[in-house]
């Protein structure tokens, strides 16, 4: 606490608090019609293929997909063409679909390198063809991607009506062939694809260069290496305490990241700060390696190192068990506090094991506002039968002799499954006796999403940071400390009551401001 009072001697007065107010506006403005600017990443292939389609379409964000099959499919398979509109969202390149009760393979021409390949499916029954019978083998280059899969299951279990399974595969060839083949041993079985994207990614993303070492394999000795020969599968792209991030909103890779208000786990508390005149100087890691909005926003523990004591920020993320799972966290320090080694320490915990026992933003990035990764691999074994496990991300704050504020930071998460000798593909989700027709029922909508977006769409696209600090300092205006008085620790708790994580507004706000205007008095 005494650490805490000293720090904050040169806090903004009123007048630059207010001009960085106005300031943050005019930015947002900027923001706002700057979407068509140069990404940082161009891919060298980028091509979309919406099957079936016997026209080059455009989907709703404007990006094109072509129509023409023939130039990419195998002379000897025998397709159908089938169309029905999902019933809400893009059409695009959900609408039509190739379909065949025997095997048919795409190939592309392709630059070698690294690829992400997305396959998008919208199960639908095609007249004939029952989407319960679809159970089919995809083979990407020499890997096996999908074993047995239905299209149907997944949708069902993630409640969607389309979805996508993105891959990433080294292609050291020229040629990239995708089979479809339909499971012999499943009665009126047939396979189908709607949508096939085929992009380019930088070379050194997550595939490492070749004198990479590696990076920490949590629980063992030796550092994880990911391989060339190696598949990757996309399970998790989550922008931590922000909004979603639609494809063409990403660093030029077709990416989309979303929200983690599912993942984190309930009745904890968190503030979600934002800062959006920062502009994150890309001086430690590409500028395409996630768009700039995940480094804006951040989940962190609150302000009350008691409290954050006793628990750990937790996300959990459902994958199968028997694999290893690529781990990346984004980080990026951007409230304005957080300049000095040492101010916020924590550990990280994956599946419950230390993976970083003082994790120092400051200390990796070399400043405030500087992006980094770290990334991790796990081993999630298998337990019994359980053929699903849930990954857990957990953050801590380091002993207090450790850090100044005794708080944790995650700004974005990706997770992968790594291909075990050539494999990808996990089992199909437990069959839920579902009554058809399928009524599609919305989530339940927990509290904290609406807390969450009330608090946004009244904060707006400004930061929280300088709004709160500006209406602290406006309305409340300390008369023992003078001009500059906006404490971190003040108005932080105005986040953390609103912001807990449960959505629950705590019952001790009082004391909290309290507490915290006893912390300031202290400080005269
Ligand atoms: C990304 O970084 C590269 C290399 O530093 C630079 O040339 C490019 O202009 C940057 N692009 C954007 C959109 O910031
Ligand atoms: C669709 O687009 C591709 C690539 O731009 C082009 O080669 C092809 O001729 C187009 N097909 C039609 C039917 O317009
Ligand atoms: C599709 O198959 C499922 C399960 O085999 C069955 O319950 C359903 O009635 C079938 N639907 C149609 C339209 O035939
Ligand atoms: C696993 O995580 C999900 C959220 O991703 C959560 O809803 C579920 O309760 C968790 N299951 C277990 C067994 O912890
Ligand atoms: C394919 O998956 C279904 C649904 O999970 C399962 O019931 C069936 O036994 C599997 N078939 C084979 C041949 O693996
Ligand atoms: C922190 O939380 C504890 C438990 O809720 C409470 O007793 C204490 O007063 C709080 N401290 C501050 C500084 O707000």
């Known amino acids: 606490m005494i650490n805490l009072t000293k720090r904050y001697v040169s806090q903004p007065n009123k007048l630059s608090v207010l001009t960085l107010f106005l300031f943050t506006f005019l930015h947002t403005l900027t923001i706002a019609s700057a979407d068509a600017s140069p990404k940082p990443y161009t891919p060298h292939d980028n091509i979309a293929l919406n099957c079936g389609s016997t026209t080059n379409t455009t989907d709703l964000s404007g990006r094109s997909w072509i129509s023409d099959n023939t130039i990419y ?55 004939a063809f029952n989407r ?8 990407i280059g020499g890997y096996t991607v999908l074993s047995n899969f239905s299209a149907a299951l997944k949708a069902d279990d993630l409640k969607l009506e389309v979805f996508y ?11 990239l062939n995708i089979l479809f083949n339909p499971n012999p041993n499943m009665p009126d079985s047939y396979a189908f694809i709607n949508g096939i994207e085929i992009v380019s990614m930088p070379n050194n993303l997550y595939y490492p260069s070749d004198d990479d070492t590696g990076f920490k394999f949590v629980n063992q000795v030796n550092p994880y290496r990911i391989l ?21 909103q990403d660093t030029g890779m077709y990416r989309s990241w979303s929200e983690d208000g599912e993942y984190v786990t309930n009745g904890r508390p ?24 995940v480094y804006r926003t ?6 009350n190192k008691t409290v954050n004591e006793n628990y750990r920020l937790t996300w959990e993320f459902r994958v199968d068990s028997g694999f290893t799972y690529y781990v990346r966290l984004h980080f990026c320090e951007f409230q304005v506090e957080i300049t000095e080694l040492g101010d916020r320490v924590f550990q990280i915990y994956i599946d419950n094991i230390v ?3 003082q994790a120092d933003v400051v200390s990796w990035a070399g400043g405030n506002g500087v992006p980094v990764y770290r990334d991790y691999a796990v081993m999630i074994g298998r337990a019994g039968n359980e053929m699903k496990r849930n ?31 050539g494999n990808l593909a996990g089992p199909n989700p437990q069959t839920i006796p579902i009554s058809s027709p399928k009524i599609f029922v919305p989530p339940p909508r927990r509290p904290k999403y609406n807390l969450r977006t009330t608090f946004l769409t009244v904060i707006g696209v400004v930061s929280s940071f300088v709004v709160v600090s500006a209406l602290y300092i406006l309305i409340f205006r300390p008369k023992s400390r003078g001009e500059g008085s906006s404490s971190w620790s003040q108005l932080s708790c105005k986040d953390y009551s609103s912001m807990d994580g449960s959505g629950k507004v705590y019952s001790s706000v009082g004391n909290h401001s309290k507490d915290t205007t006893s912390v300031a008095d202290n400080k005269c």
């Open 391 to 421: 990954l857990s991300i957990a953050l801590h704050p380091a002993p207090a002799w450790r850090t100044r504020y005794s708080d944790a930071i995650l700004n974005g998460v990706e997770i992968f499954k790594l291909s075990n000798e």
């Open 298 to 303: 951040a989940r962190t523990m609150g302000t």
């Open 73 to 127: 499919l195998g002379q000897s398979s025998k397709v159908s063409v089938i169309s029905t509109s999902p019933t809400e969202g893009d059409p695009i390149p959900y609408t039509t679909a190739l379909l065949s009760p025997s095997q048919f393979t795409f190939s592309f021409t392709v630059t070698p390198g690294p690829k992400f390949i997305r396959l998008h499916f919208h199960p639908a029954s095609y007249r």
């Open 165 to 175: 399974s993105e891959f990433c595969i080294y292609a050291d060839e020229e040629k």
């Open 132 to 139: 319960s019978n679809a159970f089919f083998d995809v083979h």
């Open 355 to 357: 993976a970083e026992h």
């Open 228 to 248: 060339k020969n190696q598949a990757l599968e996309s399970l998790y792209r989550v922008n931590i305490g922000g909004s979603s991030i639609s494809p063409t």
């Open 270 to 293: 968190s503030v979600l700060p934002v800062n959006l005149i920062i502009s994150p100087s890309f001086s430690v890691i590409p500028n395409y390696s996630a768009p700039v909005p």
